[in-house]
């Protein structure tokens, strides 16, 4: 597998998490069975995935110098 496909398929996999966190952090405040801590540490843990989602497109977006 070449760098770039590694990297789409890891882009890939960090989107569904982050997706899965999205719903699980719903899913706790719309049943109000959610304590604040558990909802801290998943927000926490999909911002960390936004962050390294966004270097990952960074590193395979070509610059291009204008």
Do not use: C, N
């Not at 890891?10 to 899913?27: F, G, N, T, Y």
């Not at 706790?28 to 911002?47: I, Y």
Request: charged share 40%; no cysteine.
């Amino acid at each position: 597998m070449q760098t770039d496909e590694v990297l789409r398929i890891k882009l890939q996999m960090l989107r569904r998490e982050h997706a899965d966190l999205d719903e699980s952090v719903r899913a706790l405040q719309e049943g109000g069975r959610a304590d604040m801590l558990t909802l801290q540490r998943l927000k926490r843990k999909k911002l960390m995935l936004k962050d390294a989602i966004a270097r990952l497109e960074d590193q395979l977006t070509p610059d291009i110098i204008a």
